[in-house]
């Protein structure tokens, strides 16, 4: 059973950061790509960034390009998604979501939509 949980949430002041986590379990990782997802109230859901767990390729929105991050500790089976320079746009319940090429695939990840998902943690931005 594929499995995705989502932490490191929280409060967090505009202009600062957070790290959140995504621990995977119950599939072969290293052919898996996974993507992080938000949503925020009375918002549509945004695709915020995807790797390649095999080869580590990366891709992001546009509106966090340059301020956002993800990674991956494959020897653990987790991704991270280190966010810098916060702002209250960015305030939304934060979604990791995984599944296996061809069905989702970071070079085409604005196209496709991974069919597991974890349980969100909320990231609020106020001071």
């Known amino acids: 059973q594929v499995q995705l949980v989502e932490s490191g949430g929280g409060l967090v002041q505009p202009g600062g950061s957070l790290r959140l986590s995504c621990a995977a379990s119950g599939f072969n990782f290293d052919h898996y790509a996974t993507g992080w997802y938000r949503q925020a109230p009375g918002k549509q859901r945004e695709g915020v960034a995807c790797i390649n767990h095999g080869d580590g390729f990366t891709s992001y929105a546009d509106s966090v390009k340059g301020r956002f991050t993800v990674f991956q500790d494959n020897s653990n089976s987790k991704v991270f998604l280190q966010m810098n320079n916060l702002n209250p746009e960015d305030q939304a319940d934060y979604y990791c979501?995984?599944?296996?090429?061809?069905?989702?695939?970071?070079?085409?990840?604005?196209?496709?939509?991974?069919?597991?998902w974890g349980q969100g943690t909320q990231v609020t931005v106020s001071s």
């Open positions: 979501s995984a599944d296996i090429p061809p069905y989702y695939y970071c070079s085409q990840w604005k196209h496709l939509l991974p069919g597991n």
